[in-house]
């Protein structure tokens, strides 16, 4: 009597709902098969043991909350591919523009002023960036004096006391301010050269290659020069 109380799969049959598992993987349960289905068990349930309504209607919740999820999923998987590629489509017009991204190394070029900044959360004061060689010894303090927080620019053509001129090639960055009444090392930002771009594998970003600092993800890019 037991198997009264459960569709078998001639009710299923008459419902059109046994189909062949290639047919089912492209058709949905709506809710007038929902109904077909539980009005048809309750027709042929035992009357001396009548069926618990609660399960089968639990059961046809879990199977419709994962089908949803399953919509919902690919819906998601959808939208991130497409905004990936509309990710990769403008991050391909910044080939050759110039990007303010973080770092603390940046080149003297002849002819070609060294242009940074310093990212500020805070209100700074008494802003100062210091220029070291690769030796470690100073070599210029820029003075910026008093920010607001946000972005602090900075640029260096390279002179120095008495009219000299400091050789090109690569120099640190490092910036120190009062925050709050008590100094503080600041994070910099350097000022680099698009080469190119690429779409990272497995979720991962847009890569962008840069002349200088290697390479750095879109959302590293702090201003667009």
């Keep these: 009597m037991d198997s009264i109380n459960k ?20 058709q949905k349960l709506g809710q007038d098969d929902f109904i077909k289905l539980m009005t048809t068990q ?3 349930q035992d009357p001396m043991k009548p069926m618990e309504n609660g399960d089968f209607l639990s059961d046809m919740a879990q199977f419709s909350t994962v089908s949803g ?15 990936q590629s509309s990710q990769a ?4 017009s910044m080939v050759g523009r110039k990007v303010l991204v973080p770092g603390s190394m940046s080149t003297l070029s002849e002819g070609t002023p060294m242009k ?6 805070k209100n700074v004061s008494d802003l100062k960036v210091s220029i070291v060689d690769d030796k470690g010894a100073l070599v210029k303090e820029i003075n910026l004096g008093n920010k607001a927080a946000g972005v602090a620019h900075f640029s260096w053509d390279g002179m120095l006391a008495q009219d000299k001129k400091a050789m090109s090639g690569n120099y640190s960055i490092r910036a120190i301010g009062m925050v709050d009444g008590k100094s503080e ?10 080469q190119s771009v690429s779409l990272g594998q497995g979720g991962q970003g847009v890569s962008l290659t840069l002349a200088k600092a290697g390479s750095a993800g879109l959302a590293d890019v702090k201003e667009i020069l």
């Excluded at 569709?7 to 492209?26: C, I, R």
């Excluded at 998601?76 to 905004?83: G, H, R, Y």
């Excluded at 940074?116 to 959360?121: F, M, N, R, S």
């Design 42 to 44: 309750m027709n042929h």
């Design 116 to 121: 940074g900044a310093v990212e500020l959360d």
């Design 7 to 26: 569709p078998n799969m001639q009710v299923l049959e008459n419902l059109g709902l046994a189909k062949p598992k290639e047919a089912m993987q492209t």
């Design 69 to 83: 999820l399953k919509e919902i999923k690919d819906s998601f998987n959808s939208l991130a591919t497409s905004l």
């Design 89 to 92: 489509l403008q991050a391909s």
């Design 185 to 194: 090392s600041l994070n910099t930002l350097i000022t680099d050269t698009v």
